[in-house]
């Protein structure tokens, strides 16, 4: 299991996504550009989850999850 620190840091930055999902969620889209940041802050989310739930300590995810599609930038 992780040390208690990164679960503190896991448990921190996971309510954290949440809560910053919440109020994207809430804002007003035209050009889908809140969909889109949405999108990859719960996909950053799910890999905090998946790490947490390995036991292993917090690290940034891998280039291919964090990738921006270059449509959209």
Same mark, same amino acid.
């Given at each position: 299991m992780a040390q208690p620190e990164a679960? #503190?840091?896991y448990? $921190?930055?996971i309510s954290t996504m949440n809560e910053v999902?919440? @109020?994207? $969620?809430?804002? /007003?889209?035209?050009? &889908?550009s809140m969909t889109l940041l949405a999108d990859r802050?719960?996909? #950053? $989310?799910?890999?905090?989850?998946?790490l947490l739930a390995? &036991? @292993? @300590?917090?690290?940034? /995810?891998?280039?291919w999850l964090r990738r921006i599609d270059a449509a959209h930038t």
């Amino acid at each position: 299991m992780a040390q208690p620190e990164a679960l #503190e840091t896991y448990t $921190r930055t996971i309510s954290t996504m949440n809560e910053v999902l919440d @109020e994207l $969620r809430d804002v /007003p889209d035209p050009d &889908g550009s809140m969909t889109l940041l949405a999108d990859r802050i719960a996909v #950053e $989310r799910e890999w905090v989850r998946a790490l947490l739930a390995l &036991g @292993e @300590e917090p690290r940034r /995810p891998p280039g291919w999850l964090r990738r921006i599609d270059a449509a959209h930038t």
